[in-house]
């Protein structure tokens, strides 16, 4: 199941001279393609679940600009998921964008994206995620965004697939690309106050303009910065070749996931299972409302609130100084599949 690109590519003749700038009709082409991808992967899970249906809110914001959320309750797989179209502009930067990119001080704004958060019902099934998005300021824009994967119940093809995947369509545009942003991912979705990783994993990236530089986090003494520092100078890529990367890994979604929720959906389970799920589920609220720059920026932006938080799962608990049994399916969770690991290369 691949997303068709909804967004024809603009003719050599009506693009910018500079290679380094982004083309005069380049908010509407990233626009439309964020309205595309939610279209087609609200259709694609639609069809995966086979009850439930999206809920459509639309939504203007007072500064510049609103959305679309898309909310699916109580399906055959999903309790709760939603996907997010976003297109927002406005004269106040948030003080998230000004402390990362100072440069962009002064300018008005303009930001889009869609982004998508899954719960399912079945702790066999895991969460899963996706933001891709575009801003301009100025002179300064950038690509950024992700996808990662957070099962409860692991299951080592799952991870495997899932990665390679993604590796295979990060592969189609170069090869530094997936070993640079899968680092950064295990990075990036990290619980520093749990000194655990929120899952397997995937691919993240954020800053990624002409400069040429793969590696554009503030941990300048982690892997994904090492490992792009150690491929030396990169050569500088154009909006263009950006925007098309970004279009590849949107359009990856539905081969990279729906395949995992066919193969564990129709595995039984138990209460234990399930009290299981929802409190792991507790760590997913945790990182979103402390370290998830897109609810952060979303929130300082004012943003819908009801759309920013639609990643919060329906049902959490937490238990105190929990500690999974030597030996169980639980406790393989924290012994493997929250420490990173090589899943293309999987030979466990």
């Given at each position: 199941?691949?997303?068709s690109?909804p967004?024809?590519?603009?003719p050599?003749s009506?693009?910018?001279?500079?290679?380094?700038?982004?083309?005069?009709?380049?908010?509407?082409?990233?626009?439309?393609?964020?309205?595309?991808?939610?279209?087609?992967?609200?259709?694609g899970l639609?069809?995966v679940d086979?009850?439930g249906?999206?809920?459509?809110?639309q939504?203007?914001?007072?500064?510049?600009?609103?959305?679309?959320?898309?909310?699916?309750?109580?399906?055959?797989?999903?309790?709760?998921?939603?996907?997010?179209?976003?297109?927002v502009?406005?004269?106040?930067?948030?003080?998230?964008?000004?402390t990362?990119r100072?440069?962009?001080?002064g300018h008005?704004?303009?930001?889009?994206?869609t982004?998508?958060?899954?719960?399912p019902r079945?702790?066999?099934?895991?969460?899963?995620?996706?933001?891709?998005?575009?801003f301009e300021?100025?002179?300064?824009?950038?690509f950024g965004?992700?996808?990662?994967?957070?099962?409860y119940?692991?299951?080592?093809?799952?991870?495997v697939?899932f990665h390679?995947?993604?590796?295979?369509?990060?592969?189609?545009h170069?090869?530094?690309y997936?070993?640079?942003?899968?680092?950064w991912?295990?990075e990036?979705?990290?619980?520093?106050?749990?000194?655990e990783?929120?899952?397997?994993g995937?691919?993240?990236?954020?800053?990624?303009?002409?400069?040429?530089?793969l590696y554009?986090?503030?941990n300048?003494?982690g892997?994904?910065?090492?490992y792009?520092?150690s491929k030396?100078?990169?050569?500088?890529r154009?909006?263009?070749e950006?925007?098309?990367?970004?279009?590849?890994?949107?359009?990856?979604f539905?081969?990279?996931?729906?395949?995992?929720?066919?193969?564990?959906r129709?595995?039984?389970?138990?209460?234990?299972e399930r009290?299981?799920q929802?409190?792991?589920?507790?760590?997913y609220?945790e990182?979103?409302l402390?370290y998830?720059?897109g609810?952060?920026?979303?929130l300082?932006?004012?943003?819908r609130?009801?759309?920013?938080?639609?990643?919060l799962?329906?049902?959490?608990?937490w238990?105190?100084?929990y500690?999974?049994?030597?030996?169980s399916?639980?406790a393989a969770?924290?012994?493997t599949?929250?420490?990173?690991?090589?899943?293309?290369n999987?030979?466990?």
């Amino acid at each position: 199941m691949t997303v068709s690109n909804p967004v024809s590519q603009t003719p050599a003749s009506q693009l910018q001279l500079d290679p380094s700038l982004p083309p005069s009709d380049s908010q509407q082409r990233v626009a439309a393609f964020m309205r595309g991808i939610q279209d087609t992967i609200c259709q694609g899970l639609e069809a995966v679940d086979g009850k439930g249906k999206f809920r459509q809110d639309q939504w203007e914001r007072s500064e510049g600009g609103g959305g679309r959320s898309r909310v699916m309750r109580n399906g055959n797989i999903f309790e709760q998921g939603g996907v997010n179209f976003s297109e927002v502009s406005g004269s106040q930067l948030p003080p998230s964008i000004i402390t990362q990119r100072p440069e962009a001080a002064g300018h008005t704004f303009f930001a889009t994206g869609t982004s998508l958060v899954l719960h399912p019902r079945s702790p066999y099934i895991p969460t899963v995620h996706l933001n891709y998005r575009y801003f301009e300021a100025g002179p300064v824009w950038w690509f950024g965004g992700g996808i990662d994967l957070t099962p409860y119940y692991p299951f080592a093809e799952d991870a495997v697939h899932f990665h390679t995947t993604l590796k295979n369509a990060c592969d189609r545009h170069d090869p530094e690309y997936y070993p640079t942003f899968k680092r950064w991912c295990d990075e990036y979705f990290y619980l520093r106050h749990r000194d655990e990783a929120r899952g397997v994993g995937g691919i993240f990236f954020d800053y990624q303009d002409a400069n040429g530089k793969l590696y554009g986090g503030s941990n300048s003494c982690g892997e994904a910065a090492a490992y792009s520092n150690s491929k030396g100078a990169t050569v500088p890529r154009t909006w263009e070749e950006l925007f098309s990367f970004v279009q590849t890994c949107g359009s990856a979604f539905l081969d990279a996931y729906a395949p995992i929720v066919e193969r564990r959906r129709d595995l039984e389970y138990g209460d234990h299972e399930r009290q299981f799920q929802l409190y792991r589920r507790g760590r997913y609220v945790e990182f979103n409302l402390v370290y998830d720059r897109g609810t952060i920026f979303g929130l300082q932006t004012q943003g819908r609130t009801e759309s920013i938080l639609m990643s919060l799962p329906p049902l959490v608990r937490w238990e105190y100084c929990y500690e999974p049994e030597a030996g169980s399916r639980e406790a393989a969770l924290y012994d493997t599949f929250l420490k990173p690991q090589d899943w293309v290369n999987w030979q466990g």
